[in-house]
């Protein structure tokens, strides 16, 4: 099956700070997905970009899908912030079915 | 508008019980999904629905069987619970080619 491989495992940002997650991928994808999981563990729907960029206030992503990665921008990071960020791709999976892989996420620590 | 939501959402089993996850969506999505979640693993889906009456196995579903009898309902059913399905479990839902919507988690623990 695909590999989703997610870098750093663990962040620790001071509030104010910029950092960027990376998802590497395997295989050819019908589509990606970034998530965050809060410390509640909601999981939390922050972009769906196959290829392209995409922002959302402090927030932005960038997936190179001939290149097999995506990158996710936090700008000014805030302790609300906190949590962990799933990358997720997706293939076709026959019988009408598209299924998402997970990597293992990055945790992201910011203190104040 | 409740979106996804899952019963229970905590739960603790002995070893060889049986028990039915639930989870209902009020958007009338054809495609719903059952994950687990276990520490450093990310998600991993155990079975999966295209439409009522359908089900499918994902990358873990040994030991859990499912149903769809009606298209807003997917259950999921543990027959003879084992302290390896100590976990957490997450449905979602979509509609088409959109993206997953999941409900909050059931954190079930096996003893």
């Known amino acids: 099956g695909i590999q989703v491989e997610q870098s750093p495992p663990d962040l620790i940002l001071q509030e104010g700070a910029n950092s960027t997650l990376r998802c590497n991928f395997s295989?050819?994808?019908?589509?990606l997905q970034w998530f965050h999981q809060n410390p509640w563990g909601q999981l939390i729907n922050l972009f769906y970009?196959?290829?392209g960029t995409k922002q959302n206030g402090r927030l932005s992503a960038t997936t190179v899908a001939t290149e097999r990665y995506s990158l996710l921008y936090i700008s000014s990071s805030q302790t609300t912030d906190s949590g962990v960020y799933f990358c997720?791709?997706?293939?076709?999976?026959?019988?009408?079915?598209?299924?998402?892989?997970f990597g293992k996420g990055t945790k992201l620590s910011v203190i104040p | 508008n409740a979106g996804v939501t899952q019963t229970p959402k905590f739960r603790v089993l002995k070893t060889g019980q049986s028990m039915t996850l639930l989870c209902a969506q009020d958007?009338?999505?054809?495609?719903m999904y059952w994950y687990r979640q276990d520490p450093g693993m990310g998600l991993r889906l155990i079975h999966y629905?295209?439409?009522?009456?359908?089900?499918a196995k994902g990358e873990v579903p040994d030991g859990y069987n499912v149903s769809r009898l009606k298209k807003q309902n997917f259950l999921l059913g543990l027959e003879s619970a084992a302290p390896s399905q100590t976990s957490v479990y997450f449905c979602?839902?979509?509609?088409?080619?959109?993206?997953?919507?999941f409900g909050d988690g059931t954190r079930l623990s096996i003893l």
């Open positions: 979602a839902s979509r509609a088409g080619y959109q993206p997953q919507h």
């Open positions: 295989d050819s994808v019908n589509n």
């Open positions: 970009i196959p290829s």
């Open positions: 997720a791709v997706e293939r076709y999976s026959g019988a009408g079915s598209y299924q998402l892989t």
């Open positions: 958007m009338n999505h054809e495609y």
């Open positions: 629905s295209v439409g009522e009456g359908t089900t």
